[in-house]
C-alpha cells in the first residue's frame, strides 16, 4: 500500500512526498479572472479568464507521459540536469516534496547538495502569476550552476492553436527587453494584449524559439539548450514561441539567492500600442516587472494569498470534530474545491480541455449551494447570469459562455431538471443573506432581453415548465435527460457519431418522464414556499403547497416501485429502475430526491428507498452505485446510460455527486452512524490506499469504479464536480448541523452515537456564532437544549440577535 503524501492541517496544505504519483495530482492558482493549474511536478497552463480564448501557456492533454508541459525549472550543474518538480527530465532527486497550499504550490527539489525551491501564486486582483525561486547551497564547497525556466507560449485561441498549424507556424512574435520575454502574437493586428514571461534578476541569456532551446528532435526531458548549458538567446519568427531565461548562479557554501519569475497577461488598454512600428509599447510590463523586482512585494503578495484564504475560511470552521478526515474536508479541502468548481463550473482541469464547455446551467446553480456563504455577493451576480439565460416559456439553455454570458446555442437546451435548480440556488442565497431583494431584480428572459421579468418571475416560470411539462402518469417530462445527462429517453441514438446530448429526439414523440425530477419539484417547491412564508406572503406560499401536494399524490401513486421509487417511465411508458427490468433495477437518484423531496415520510417508504440503496448499490469504502444492475449490454431506448463499461460513469459506477444526496437522506432519518460511514466511503481524504483511489487525496473525484467494474475504487475526473459544493452541504449542513435558514441559523446536527460533541465558529449575517454541540447521552440527532448567550431558547433556530450585535455563543445540548 503504497503513500504518496501527507495533510499538513496547520498550514492547510497537502504534501506530496514522491514525484511519481498515480496521476497527476493537480492544484489551482487564481480565484478572480487570472487562473493556473499546476501538478506536483510543475505541470499545467495558465489563461486568463477563459481558457478557450485566453490561454497563455500550452498544455498537450492526455499525452504520454502525461502532463509533460508546465512551469519548469531546469538545473544544469556539472554534468546532471534535474528539474526540482523531477519532470521533465526525471532525474532521480535526492529529496522531493510539493506543499499544495490554497492558491499555491511549493515545489522543493533536492541533488548533489543544492536545493532549489519554486513557490508559484496567484496574488489576489492581479492578472500574472509570480514564481518565487530560491536555489539553496547546502554544501561546504561553492556551487555554480545554471537554473533554467521554461514556458511554451499559447496563441491564445487554444483550439486554433492546437488543431491549425499551417496557420499558426507563421504568426508567432516575440520581443525581448533585458530580462524580459514579450509573446505578442497577433498583437499588430487584432489583439490589444500580449503575454509577459520576465526575471526580477539578471539574466545570463534566454530562448524564444523552440527548436532553439528544446530541439526539434529532443523533448522537454533533453532539452538541447540545457544540455549544453547555454541558451543561444534566440528569437522566435512562427514556429513555437517559448520563453526560457538563462540564470548563472555560483553559490558559497551554505549560500542561496532568492529572485522571481513572473508571468504576466497584459492588456494594453487605452495606451499607444506601439512605440515604434512593431516594437511594442512595454509601458505595462516594465512596472510589472519593477515592482515584483521587490521582494517584499513578492512576500507581501504571497501573504495576501493566505490572508484571502484565511478570511474566506473563518467563515465556517468546525474544532474537535472526531473525525479527521471530515474535519479536513469542511475546514479546509472542500471550501478550496467549491471556489474552483464555482469559478470553473465544468470547463478546465485535467479531464476538462478548457475548449469544450462552459457554464452549466445545472451545474453553476448546484455549485452556488457550497459557495454562498464565501462570497455571497459574486453567487448573487452569478445567480442572475445563469437565470437571465432562461427562457421565457422556461427552457433553459444547458449551458453558457462565460465571457458573453450568453446561451450556448450547440448545446441548446430541453434537459428538464435545469429550470428547477434555480430555485435551490436563489433560495440558499436568500438564506445566507436574508436579501430578498434579489427577486426584484430584472433580468429580462434570453428570448426577450430587456423584458421586465425579475428573478421572481423565473422561479415560478420554473415551477410552471414542469408542471405544464407532463407525461402519461402525470410526472415531469425528462426533455432530452435529466441530471442524470445519460438517460437520453427520447433520443433512440445508433448513430456512432451523434452525440447523446445534442442529437434531436427521433421517433417516439417527448413522452418520457422522470421520477427524479418529480422528487426535485417537490424539493423545490418546499424551499419556494418556505421562501414566501419568509416574505409574508400566505397566499402564494399555500397556492405552491398545493403543487407541491399534487405531485406528491403523483410521486406515491405513479411511482413506488414496492421496494423502492422508480427512476423514470421510457418513451414507450415502460419503467426504468423498476424490479420488472432485466438490469438498472434500481437507480440512486430516485431515491434520493424523492425522499429529500419529503415523500414517503408518512407511510415508512423513505427509509425503504435508503435501504434498498444501501442492500443494491451501496459498499463500504466504495460508495453508492449510479444504479443496480450495470447494464451489460447498449439499450436503444436508454441512451448513453448503456453505453459505459459496466460500473464506470453512469452506467453504475459511483458517481460522488448523486451520493450527496443519500448522505443528506440519512441525516433525514437521524441515521447518524450510516450518514458519516456514507460520507466516509466517497470522501477523498479517508481513502487509505492511493494505489488503488490514484486520483487526489484532497479532494473530490466526479467518478469511482464500483463494486460492478473491474477496477473498483479507482477515480477519476477530480476537482471539477457538483460534489463539491453537496459535500460540503452535506458536512456543514447536515452532518454537523449548522444550517442557514431564511430566519435565521438552525443547528441540526446528525453523527454517529459515539460522538461527544464538537465546535463550529459560523458568521452569518454579520454575526460570528460559537456554537458548542454537546452529546452527553449518546444520541445521533434532536436538539434539547439551545442556550443563545447564556438565555435558554425554545426550537433549534437561534433568534436574530438585536442589532448591532457581532458575536453570539451558543450551546448545544443534543438528546430527545
Ligand atoms: C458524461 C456526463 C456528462 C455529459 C455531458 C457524458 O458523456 O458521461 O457525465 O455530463 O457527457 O458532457
Ligand atoms: C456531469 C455534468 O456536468 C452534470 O451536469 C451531470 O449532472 C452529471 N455529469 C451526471 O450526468
Not at 504568426?171 to 514571461?197: C, D, Q
Not at 543561444?232 to 519568427?237: E, Q
Not at 434579489?438 to 430587456?450: K, M, R, S, V
Not at 487526489?696 to 477530480?718: C, D, F, I, R
Amino acid at each position: 500500500m503504497a503513500n504518496y503524501g501527507h495533510f499538513d492541517d496547520a498550514q492547510r496544505e497537502f504534501v506530496i512526498t514522491r514525484p511519481d504519483t498515480p496521476l497527476p495530482w493537480l492544484n489551482y492558482l487564481g480565484q478572480d479572472e487570472y487562473f493556473g493549474m499546476v501538478t506536483q511536478t510543475a505541470g499545467g497552463y495558465s489563461f486568463w479568464k477563459d481558457a478557450k480564448l485566453r490561454r497563455l501557456t500550452r498544455y498537450r492533454y492526455n499525452n504520454n507521459p502525461m502532463d509533460n508541459d508546465g512551469r519548469f525549472l531546469y538545473v544544469k550543474q556539472g554534468k546532471s540536469v534535474w528539474n526540482p518538480g523531477w519532470k521533465p527530465t526525471r532525474t532521480k532527486l535526492d529529496a522531493f516534496e510539493c506543499r499544495h497550499g490554497l492558491g499555491y504550490t511549493r515545489i522543493k527539489g533536492r541533488k548533489d547538495g543544492v536545493e532549489v525551491e519554486q513557490l508559484m501564486f496567484v496574488p489576489p486582483q492581479e492578472n500574472l502569476e509570480v514564481w518565487k525561486v530560491t536555489v539553496r547551497n547546502k554544501t561546504k564547497k561553492t556551487q555554480k550552476l545554471s537554473l533554467f525556466s521554461y514556458v511554451e507560449f499559447c496563441f491564445f485561441e487554444a483550439l486554433n492553436d492546437m488543431t491549425n498549424y499551417q496557420r499558426t507556424y507563421s504568426i508567432g512574435e516575440v520581443e525581448i527587453e533585458g530580462n524580459a520575454i514579450y509573446h505578442k502574437t497577433e498583437y499588430r493586428e487584432r489583439r490589444n494584449h500580449y503575454t509577459l514571461f520576465g526575471c526580477t534578476r539578471d539574466i545570463d541569456g534566454y530562448d524564444t524559439s523552440r527548436d532553439a532551446f528544446v530541439g526539434v528532435h529532443n523533448s522537454l526531458g533533453d532539452p538541447k539548450a540545457v544540455l549544453a548549458g547555454k541558451c543561444s538567446n534566440s528569437r522566435a519568427y512562427g514556429w513555437n514561441p517559448v520563453g526560457a531565461h538563462q540564470v548563472n548562479l555560483s553559490l558559497k557554501p551554505g549560500a542561496e539567492e532568492t529572485f522571481a519569475f513572473v508571468l504576466a497577461y497584459v492588456e494594453q488598454g487605452d495606451l499607444p500600442k506601439f512605440d515604434a512600428p512593431f516594437v511594442l509599447n512595454k509601458t505595462k510590463g516594465r512596472e510589472i516587472l519593477k515592482r515584483f523586482s521587490d521582494l517584499k512585494a513578492v512576500d507581501a503578495a504571497f501573504a495576501s494569498v493566505k490572508q484571502r484564504w484565511e478570511d474566506l475560511l473563518s467563515i465556517y470552521q468546525a474544532a474537535n470534530v472526531p473525525s479527521v478526515p471530515l474535519a479536513r474536508m469542511v475546514n479546509t479541502w472542500n471550501q478550496a474545491q467549491v471556489m474552483a468548481t464555482f469559478n470553473l463550473s465544468r470547463s478546465t482541469s485535467g479531464y476538462e480541455t478548457g475548449i469544450g464547455r462552459g457554464m452549466g446551467y445545472r451545474d453553476s446553480n448546484q455549485d452556488v449551494l457550497g459557495f454562498v456563504h464565501l462570497l455571497p455577493d459574486r453567487a448573487r451576480q452569478r445567480i442572475l447570469d445563469i437565470a437571465a439565460t432562461q427562457l421565457s416559456d422556461g427552457t433553459c439553455y444547458h449551458q453558457y459562455q462565460p465571457l458573453t454570458k450568453k446561451g450556448n446555442a450547440d448545446a441548446g437546451s430541453g434537459f428538464n431538471d435545469d429550470p428547477l435548480w434555480l430555485i435551490l440556488s436563489t433560495c440558499a442565497y436568500i438564506r445566507e443573506t436574508g436579501d430578498a431583494t434579489i427577486l426584484d431584480a430584472q433580468i429580462g428572459c434570453a428570448d426577450i432581453p430587456g423584458s421586465k421579468h425579475t428573478l421572481r418571475d423565473h422561479l415560478e416560470i420554473s415551477v410552471a415548465y414542469t408542471r405544464r411539462n407532463r407525461g402519461p402518469h402525470g410526472l415531469p417530462l425528462i426533455g432530452r435527460a435529466d441530471w442524470n445527462d445519460c438517460l437520453n429517453l427520447n433520443c433512440f441514438s445508433d448513430q456512432p457519431n451523434e452525440s447523446f446530448q445534442t442529437t434531436a429526439n427521433k421517433g417516439k414523440g417527448d413522452v418520457a418522464e422522470s421520477v427524479m425530477i418529480a422528487g426535485l419539484f417537490l424539493y423545490a417547491a418546499r424551499d419556494l414556499a418556505g421562501l414566501y412564508r419568509y416574505l409574508k406572503q400566505e397566499d402564494e406560499a399555500k397556492r405552491i403547497d398545493g403543487y407541491y401536494a399534487e405531485m406528491l399524490e403523483i410521486v406515491e401513486s405513479q411511482a413506488w416501485d414496492g421496494a423502492w421509487y422508480t427512476r423514470a417511465f421510457d418513451a414507450f411508458s415502460k419503467p426504468v429502475g423498476s424490479k420488472v427490468c432485466k438490469e438498472g433495477k434500481v437507480y440512486i437518484e430516485s431515491q434520493a430526491w424523492c425522499v429529500l423531496g419529503g415523500a414517503g415520510q408518512t407511510n415508512g417508504r423513505a427509509k425503504k428507498a435508503l435501504q434498498a440503496v444501501d442492500k443494491y448499490l451501496y459498499r463500504p469504502g466504495l460508495g453508492c452505485a449510479l444504479q443496480y444492475p450495470a447494464y451489460s449490454e447498449y439499450h436503444l431506448e436508454l441512451g448513453e446510460v448503456s453505453s459505459y463499461p459496466p460500473g464506470y460513469k453512469e452506467n453504475a459506477g459511483v458517481f460522488s455527486h448523486n451520493n450527496t444526496w443519500i448522505h443528506i437522506g440519512w441525516t433525514m432519518m437521524g441515521e447518524g452512524e450510516k450518514a458519516l460511514e456514507y460520507y466516509l466511503s466517497i470522501c477523498p481524504a479517508a481513502k487509505p490506499d492511493h494505489d488503488v483511489y490514484r486520483s487526489e487525496p484532497y479532494v473530490y473525484a466526479q467518478m469511482t469504479a464500483s463494486h460492478l467494474s473491474p477496477t473498483p475504487g479507482e477515480a477519476k475526473n477530480s476537482w471539477l464536480t457538483g460534489t463539491a459544493a453537496w459535500s460540503f452541504v452535506v458536512a456543514s449542513q447536515y452532518l454537523l448541523g449548522v444550517r442557514p435558514d431564511f430566519n435565521g441559523l438552525t443547528i441540526d446536527p446528525c453523527v454517529p452515537k459515539a460522538w461527544k460533541g464538537f465546535s463550529v465558529t459560523r458568521k452569518f449575517r454579520g454575526v460570528t456564532y460559537t456554537i458548542e454541540v454537546k452529546n452527553p447521552k449518546g444520541r445521533s440527532k434532536g436538539v434539547k437544549s439551545l442556550v443563545v448567550d447564556g438565555v435558554k431558547v425554545a426550537g433549534n433556530t437561534i433568534p436574530v440577535p438585536a442589532a448591532g450585535t457581532t458575536a453570539v455563543k451558543v450551546e448545544v445540548t443534543l438528546g430527545a
